[in-house]
């Protein structure tokens, strides 16, 4: 029996202390997508019994509610590839033009709605028909975008407006947005403006275009998942490298399973860039700084592995101590 | 060693016994957990001749919506039922509250209407996968209501990794029905206007997530392996090894391919990635590392076990 070391369980505790570290680490911090919106977007148009009376986009509804169109937006997913956050906007009319349900609303006036999308769309809601729903796309922005991964960070701005159909007037609106987190994402939505004495904290858009503008950025548990890939990325290099450093200096004797070692880290790290979350392309920051580096330098690891196991005389020796 | 035939034996039936249960309970758990229908659309469904069908028939999780189908089963003055749909005595108009499309089912009299596609949202993110669960819902409103109730069966669709548990709501607030009825009065009381809510709690189904916790059983009796090795060597019991090395760095590259094998494909970074996968990834990572460092330091680096003479 060989002997053992002699700092075994200062070591042992030492790797419990920092798996223990770890793990409350990832508790802590980890989070998964979160969607976040401040006061005046988070709850929903309410017509409780004489809020609107003495409103001047109150008529004469029944349920008590304004004339008015309600954008509710439902965060939907990120479309990476093409660089855009997709959003549902569901259109909820109410008082004269209609009432909310539960994946659009039913129309009693025309209406059109003009939504600022990549692929710009107007939708007419015709009287005794379900409102129409439209996936709106809107552009990423350029700044600080994929390269930068995971520390991209995208802002934007989405815009929708409702017109009545007979009388080509601006409809007032307001804007909500539904409680849909996105995996791996954290979206915020704001709204710049005052609200209206009667509206509880909800902003009206009396003149026409409504606003909402949206900041994306990834998820603290997608920063652990990449440092956690990167880290094991290194610690194959680094193994490698000492491991070489070791025949270099004639201590260990150059061999064939460690090229087939060499070559399974190899393949191993390639399998890791695949597994980044989200899946970014090929070309990004840390594909420079990590990913292409360790690579190429475990490549060379491998050549000078083979040219060791090639031109020495201890290539594949044994170390036949008896026991 | 000499192991008691009594004691080999035991163990041979524990196992056996042990395997048999392991095998058996995914099927159980399967035939006894199955989705639900709301009583209301299964066997109290209303007597009328203006009926349909209605069932969920995809769910996409990526996109974040659901797909409800509605078939047309009318009878008597309303219609002939046929194989895919029914033939229209009368002019037939739904309103249905789907997020896109027309939102409407309507057919005039003398059509054959078959089966339409409606688009609805659903709500509810993978966090907890496997054990994550999503809500949807949809509303009909027969525009043409002619006193006769809405009659609506639910007809339960294969969801691939799904099942969904039906539930009618009320249409309206509870003040706006008579005082002391009881849910299931309310919802008739809908049906008999033309009305109705029906909301479907989704999850994944008992074989998906018995597959994925057997995934993560296999990743944690891999780590574990890998760990009593090591710790092994580490010990002096056993060398250390390029074997060895070899064995971790191909054990580190199947976690990847069990982790991209859990049924559903589960987006990177849900809580299964934090509890089993990501520390599972950071053993391995020590392990290697540790394993290099001792193959370098010891003098028993790759020894063979030659027997004494």
Known sequence: ?323 | MIINSKLLFKWKISIALGLLFFIITPIIISALIRPTTDPLLSTKSLNSDYKFEISISKINIKDNSATITITPRLEGNYGEPTKNGSLTFKDVELLVDSYQGSGKFSAQVGQVIGRQEFKVLLQGNSWRYPFDNYVTGIGLLDSKFENQPLSLKEVKEYLPGFRANSTTIPNYREDLYPSNSNKDEQIISDLNKGIAQIEWRVMRLPGDIYAAILLAILMLISAGASLSATRAVWSGKRPPSINALAWLAAFLFAMFQIRASLPGTPPSGTLFDLVIFYPILIVLLAEIAAVVYLWIKRDDWDLKNVPKV
């Open chain 1, 1 to 323: 029996m060989y002997q053992k070391f002699n700092s075994i369980s200062r070591q042992r505790r030492l790797i419990y202390l920092s798996l223990t570290l770890l793990f409350l680490m990832l508790a802590v911090f980890a989070r998964g997508g979160a969607t976040t919106s401040d006061q005046y977007s988070n709850s929903p148009l309410t017509c409780d019994p004489g809020q609107w009376n003495n409103s001047v986009y109150y008529s004469d509804d029944p349920d008590g509610c304004p004339d008015m169109v309600e954008f509710y937006l439902l965060p939907s997913f990120v479309d990476e590839e093409n660089s855009e956050l997709v959003n549902r906007l569901i259109t909820a009319p109410s008082g004269m033009y209609g009432w909310a349900d539960r994946n659009s609303g039913l129309t009693d006036r025309s209406f059109t709605v003009d939504l600022d999308s990549v692929d710009t769309v107007r939708v007419l809601n015709s009287p005794g028909n379900a409102t129409i729903g439209v996936n709106s796309r809107s552009k990423m922005s350029t700044k600080n975008s994929l390269f930068y991964y995971p520390f991209d960070f995208y802002n934007g701005e989405i815009t929708f407006q409702a017109t009545d159909f007979q009388t080509k007037s601006a409809i007032p609106s307001t804007v909500t947005v539904g409680e849909q987190s996105l995996s791996g994402w954290i979206l915020n939505f704001s709204q710049t403006g005052e609200p209206d004495s009667e509206s509880k904290n909800k902003i009206i858009y009396a003149g026409g275009l409504a606003k909402i503008s949206w900041e994306l950025k990834r998820a603290n548990v997608i920063f652990i998942a990449i440092i956690l890939l990167i880290f094991l990325m290194i610690i194959a290099l680094v193994s490698g490298f000492t491991i070489t450093r070791s025949i270099s200096y004639g201590n260990r004797p150059p061999s064939m399973n460690l090229l087939l070692w060499l070559a399974t880290i190899l393949f191993a790290i390639i399998q890791v860039r695949g597994n980044f979350p989200g899946n970014p392309p090929l070309g990004i920051l840390i594909d420079y700084i990590i990913v292409f580096p360790v690579l190429s330098l475990l490549l060379l690891l491998g050549i000078a592995n083979t040219f060791f196991w090639l031109v020495r005389a201890d290539w594949d020796i044994e170390n036949e101590k008896p026991i």
